[in-house]
């Protein structure tokens, strides 16, 4: 009896099936082990010059030293690294569009009232490369040489307290619900004026990066009297943590997220993740990262899944009891 014609149709249709998941199966190791074939954009969403892009383009350079092709910064800024999250968000999930953030990535969800992306699924982890914490700021010519001594003005006074975007804005109301402050918001569009109000005596004092207060530090015109992190900082030994000063439970970190867009074949990632670990190795990066205030963590991926995950949920907690609403 012959095979009816659409049995061999079948086989062949089962043949070709198998051969083309073989071929994907194959795929996944091969474009990772021959990554990258080209250049590769770092999307960092924020300013030129600031804490973020000095630290991308340092990463940029270490890598296309040992990729032997380039890594190119683009900063796309606006709404509070929103704008260039978003074009990261629908770029093909090949490794050549990555995305460095900080805290704000986990933030924005809290204070921004519609997203054009879902912070959690949208993006692949890669790493926390590291994290440095937020600063309280004085003059170094103001009244208040200590934290005790301003928390305890604070809670006695309405003290204005500067923050240039949102983490620092939650770091202010944290600070404000764990000492019993009575402090007042003076929110400004960038670090940079802020220092100046502070330094000029116009604002008592300010939340700010340790890139950020440090020019100033240096310059003998700022004083650095707080820590929003469990240990003091080596760049500036005579900062207080907020346990140190009676006030525990206050940490506020500012991290540097490696994302890429949602999808990414994990022997890529995996790859990634070796060479920035390699690159991060350099004395050189962690001499330039230590003195920045940064503590190097490069976490696997799912540690990162969880932390920005734990972070959306803790300054999402903050804002419900201080009243704050997205915007």
Not at 140 to 162: D, I, N, W
Request: hydrophobic letters at 45%.
């Amino acid at each position: 009896m012959r095979t009816p014609p659409h049995a061999h149709t079948g086989v062949l249709n089962r043949r070709h099936v198998l051969g083309a998941l073989g071929a994907l199966a194959l795929a996944g190791p091969a474009t990772a082990a021959t990554y990258p074939a080209k250049p590769v954009t770092l999307v960092v969403p924020y300013s030129a010059g600031g804490g973020t892009d000095i630290v991308g383009r340092l990463l940029a350079q270490k890598l296309s030293e040992r990729w032997g092709q380039s890594v190119v910064v683009d900063n796309r800024t606006g709404a509070n690294g929103v704008i260039g999250s978003h074009m990261v968000s629908k770029a093909l999930p090949d490794g050549y569009t990555l995305l460095l953030v900080v805290g704000s990535h986990a933030v924005n969800p809290t204070l921004m009232k519609t997203m054009p992306y879902d912070t959690v699924t949208a993006f692949t982890s890669i790493t926390n490369v590291a994290t440095s914490p937020m600063v309280l700021v004085v003059s170094a010519r103001g009244p208040y040489r200590t934290l005790p001594e301003l928390l305890q003005a604070a809670r006695t006074t309405e003290l204005g307290v500067g923050n240039s975007e949102g983490q620092t804005r939650l770091t202010g109301e944290l600070i404000r619900q764990a000492a019993g402050l009575k402090t007042v918001e003076v929110p400004y569009k960038g670090g940079a004026p802020m220092m100046v109000d502070i330094i000029g005596g116009h604002l008592p004092m300010g939340l700010t990066s340790v890139l950020t207060a440090l020019p100033h530090v240096q310059a003998g015109n700022l004083r650095v009297i707080g820590v929003a992190s469990r240990e003091r900082l080596d760049v500036f030994p005579d900062a207080m943590t907020y346990a140190e000063a009676g006030v525990p439970g206050v940490e506020s970190l500012s991290w540097y997220g490696m994302f890429g867009p949602a999808g990414m074949p994990a022997p890529l990632v995996e790859q990634i993740g070796r060479d920035l670990r390699a690159v991060c190795a350099d004395p050189a990066v962690v001499a330039q990262l230590r003195g920045q205030g940064a503590q190097l963590v490069l976490s696997s991926p799912a540690e990162l899944d969880r932390f920005v995950r734990g972070e959306a949920g803790k300054w999402a907690a903050v804002a419900q009891r201080g009243g704050i609403r997205a915007e």
